[in-house]
């Protein structure tokens, strides 16, 4: 693997040129140093594993703030670690954002040694994030070679390009979703917690999205429900409303409680086990629980009880003030699972109640074959 490219930014280029060159030196690292109006060009066209940009004084901050506007195009545009490097680290503590691929350092003796200790500890996370492009860049060539024959099928001509390249780039997208939740191609077995979308994506609520009450205990399942409103039917964009005055939800209940609600309380050991892993915990629910799995820090393992049901207005819905906050998203096709499992629970028939045992024993009587099995 290539050294990881470390960028410079900073006005001042002899203040940081000895670190530059000390880390260059070193064989660790490749280094290259800019001033703040050459920043965004440098980092589009040979995007960096790490910047260390130089943040000055200014009495009041706004866009116009000299390497601010830098600073905002890694965050926004190529996502990388951020080793801030200012004379005046007290007056950006607050302003940037609070995560932990950002890191303030204070310019002065100290400075070469804060740093190289930063980027050792950024260095694992540049090398995932590197490896992570590196697949998703060749997933999307192979979407893409795929693909292209087609399009220049459908669009043969010289004046076609736009709607060619259209096909190409939007079916590309499509594709590369999908090979990359191909676990056959991948090799690997899923984990429970891939399931999640998290952080949600999008401002719209979608059906197996998981809500938490705001504020409550993030350990405790009855803190917890899911959405089972049909995604098309909470589409709030613009002056289009949602179809729906309230969303319709399934309350979470603990582990105990929900094998207790199926009959299963009094199963304990190995039985338990045996039956979770060869029974519900494949199918995905069971009788009236839908089975929730861990997102370490937050969602704890836990069912949502199907049968428990509340319909919350949008008021409780809305904003940071809402009575709920959206804590993920069920990908597909496991928000279908859910849609699947309400349905075998609110639209099966009324049945009477019928005399299972004799209706058995008349089969067994019809049946002589050997039911046996090796």
Known sequence: MNLPEILFVDDEREVVEPIASFLQNSGEYECQIVGFDEAEECIRTSPPDVVVLDLVLQSEIDETTPGLEA???????????????????????????DHPFVRIIKKGSNSQAEIQ????????????????????????????????????????????????????????????????????????LMFSWEQYIFPSVGDNLLMGDILRLRDRDKDDPTSFCIVLTPSC?????????AKVDRVLVSHCISIEQGLSSIGKGGIRGNKLKDLMGNGFLVQ????????????????????????????????????????????ASLDSPFRELVAWAYMEIACRPGLPDRDIEDWCAGIMKTYSGDISHD
């Open 233 to 241: 039917d909470m589409v709030r964009i613009g002056k289009r409303a």
């Open 117 to 188: 200790k930063g980027l050792h500890e950024f260095r694992s996370h540049v090398e995932t994030m590197r490896a992570a492009e590196m697949h998703i860049r060749r997933q999307f060539a192979f979407a893409v070679r795929e693909l292209a024959p087609f399009a220049f099928t459908i669009y043969p001509g010289a004046g076609d390009v736009n709607a060619r390249s259209d096909l190409i780039v939007r079916g590309g997208r499509r594709r590369l979703a999908a090979l990359m939740d191909d676990l056959a191609v991948q090799g690997d």
């Open 284 to 327: 995905g629910h069971f009788e009236n629980v839908l089975v929730i799995p861990e997102f370490i820090g937050q969602i704890p393992h836990m069912f949502a009880n199907l049968r428990d049901l509340e319909l919350v207005p949008w008021a409780d819905l809305d904003g940071e003030t809402g009575k709920y906050e959206r804590v």
């Open 71 to 97: 600073f905002d195009f890694v965050w926004k545009e190529h996502f990388c670690p951020v080793i801030i490097h200012t004379g005046f680290p007290e007056q950006w503590v607050g302003h940037m954002p």
